[in-house]
């Protein structure tokens, strides 16, 4: 079992309800001040989670400057309550920025999805 300090179980909490209040926001039809307020809660969870330098390092490293560029360029626009742009926004600048992210510890050695 992972052992977590009482910031990261904080930050766990945060992202959870910044997932939520995202979710709650784009089923209600993009409501502005609730994505706005998940977009919130989940950046400040992932800087409870793993730190502010490494946040920080993450996201303004050089080959991914263009999804974090456009991740948060989408916060901000939602943040002037032009939601749906800004979670299009958002959408396209989170695949770029994860996308050299490994999907499962089996394709780092070669195996298929399916073994």
Same mark, same amino acid.
């Given at each position: 079992?992972?052992?977590?300090?009482?910031?990261?179980?904080?930050?766990?909490?945060?992202?959870?309800?910044?997932?939520?209040?995202?979710?709650?926001?784009?089923?209600?039809?993009?409501?502005?001040?609730?994505?706005?307020?998940?977009?919130?809660?989940? &950046?400040?969870? +992932?800087?409870?989670?793993? /730190? !502010?330098?490494?946040? $920080?390092?993450?996201?303004? =490293?050089? *080959?991914?400057?263009?999804?974090?560029?456009?991740?948060?360029?989408?916060?901000?626009?939602?943040?002037?309550?032009?939601?749906? &742009?800004?979670? +299009?926004?958002?959408?396209? /600048? !989170?695949?770029?920025? $994860?996308?050299?992210?490994? =999907?499962? *510890?089996?394709?780092?050695?070669?195996?298929?999805?399916?073994?």
């Amino acid at each position: 079992m992972v052992s977590l300090t009482d910031f990261q179980r904080i930050g766990v909490g945060l992202v959870g309800f910044g997932l939520f209040f995202l979710l709650f926001g784009m089923l209600l039809y993009f409501d502005s001040v609730l994505l706005a307020f998940g977009n919130i809660l989940f &950046l400040s969870g +992932l800087v409870f989670i793993i /730190g !502010f330098k490494r946040t $920080f390092t993450f996201f303004f =490293q050089r *080959p991914k400057m263009k999804g974090t560029s456009f991740f948060l360029g989408g916060v901000v626009i939602v943040l002037m309550r032009w939601p749906l &742009l800004g979670m +299009l926004l958002e959408a396209y /600048g !989170f695949v770029n920025l $994860f996308r050299s992210v490994p =999907q499962h *510890p089996a394709s780092q050695c070669g195996m298929g999805a399916l073994g």
